[in-house]
Every structure is written in C-alpha cells, then in structure tokens.
C-alpha cells in the first residue's frame, strides 16, 4: 500500500464553489501533514502545514487532521480560477512522503 | 534572497552520459534534498541531506550519487544517464527534517 494516498482527480469545480481535496495515510507515528499547490510546470509551494488534529483556517483554505482516521483534507472555499492546480499532500515521518497530487480546474 | 536555485533548468543527455545538478539555498537551512517527479507518480525522494556533512538514501537512490558541498550546496550526479531517468528534478531544503520545505524551480532531464 502506498504511503500516502489522495482522491483521483481530476476534480472540476465551478467559480465560487468548494473544492474538497482529500488524503489518507498508513504510518499512524506521523507527526506533521502539508499541503502544497504545483501550477503546470511550476515547483511545488507550500500552502498549508497541520500537526494538531482539527480544524486550521488560513483565508479561502482550511486543513483538516483526524489522526485517528489517518486522514488530513483540504477544503478550497470560493474557489478561484486561480485555484486550478495540482495538489500535493505530504506526510512527515522524519521523510516528506507525498501523494502523487490530485488536479482541480475551477470552471468560470 | 534567491531561496533555492537549480541549474540547469534543462538538459538533454544520452544514454550513458554523465553529468552533475547543482542546486544552492541561501536561507541558512539544515537540510537539503533531491526529488524526481513523473507523471501520476508523485515526488519521489531521491537522496537528502539532514545536516553538513551527511548524505542518506532515499526512496529511489540507485543511479544517482550526491555531495553536501557545504552547507548552500547540494548536487546530484548521475554516473552513467539511462532513459528511465528522464524526469523534472526538483531539490528542496528545510530548517529541520521536521520542517516545511521549500523548492527550486526544477530541471527538466531528458535522456535519449
């Protein structure tokens, strides 16, 4: 079993709605979860890190963390065109394990 | 501040060529790393670094070698280049193991 493991996109979502990315896990020791936006042929960039289960809010974005589920998702309120990106989760066991990303398109 | 920096951005090779990925951070960080990313599979560790002076295998090290120049440098060889290392080789670099890391731009490796 993969490590970490997202939804299969592509996820299409139109302006202005939610966008629910999802992630699970298999190492139940991990201790800090991130999520990382990749525009094509861009490098990944930090959105969004999360080590204490519950809720984070940054803006449009909210993490959620249920570790005993070994889940982590991220919500995308108001979605933007600008949105419309791969998506990474990483998991840190002492490595960066990441999901091999899930690809939303925000339809205008 | 550049953050981290690679080069080259691109580079076509043949099989059985050599050559070596230079990449440089200017945040001061502790620890560095190299990944390959391919199509639906993710990034991939292939080797990091944790600290000055240490070097440690990753997910998918086989053909590759690194050197922690100091404590900016990181670079990544290959010895002997194959088609199944065609990839974008992205290096990376963090405070702590523990902490968010922060990427290059890439380079995109083609080998024929």
């Known amino acids: 079993q993969k490590e970490v493991e997202q939804n299969s996109g592509p996820l299409s979502v139109p302006e202005g709605a939610i966008a629910s990315l999802n992630c699970t896990y298999s190492?139940?020791?991990?201790?800090?979860f991130f999520w990382y936006r990749q525009y094509s042929g861009k490098s990944p960039e930090l959105i969004m890190f999360i080590y204490s289960n519950g809720d984070k809010e940054d803006g449009r974005f909210t993490a959620q963390l249920n570790k005993a589920s070994q889940y982590v998702s991220l919500l995308i309120r108001d979605s933007q065109p600008s949105d419309s990106a791969t998506y990474l989760c990483?998991?840190?066991?002492?490595?960066?394990?990441f999901g091999a990303g899930t690809t939303v398109t925000v339809r205008a | 501040n550049a953050g981290v920096t690679q080069t080259p951005k691109f580079q076509v090779l043949k099989t059985g060529q050599s050559m070596t990925l230079q990449c440089a951070q200017d945040?001061?960080?502790?620890?560095m790393y190299w990944y390959r990313q391919d199509p639906g599979m993710g990034l991939r560790l292939i080797y990091y670094s944790a600290s000055e002076g240490t070097t440690d295998k990753g997910e998918v090290p086989n053909g590759y070698n690194v050197s922690r120049l100091n404590k900016r440098e990181f670079s990544l060889r290959l010895e002997s280049a194959a088609p199944s290392q065609t990839s974008v080789y992205f290096c990376?670099?963090?405070?702590?193991?523990?902490?968010?890391?922060?990427f290059g731009p890439g380079t995109r490796l083609t080998v024929l």
């Open positions: 190492d139940r020791g991990s201790q800090s």
């Open positions: 990483a998991v840190n066991d002492y490595k960066l394990s």
């Open positions: 945040m001061n960080h502790n620890s």
């Open positions: 990376a670099s963090s405070e702590g193991r523990a902490d968010t890391q922060y």
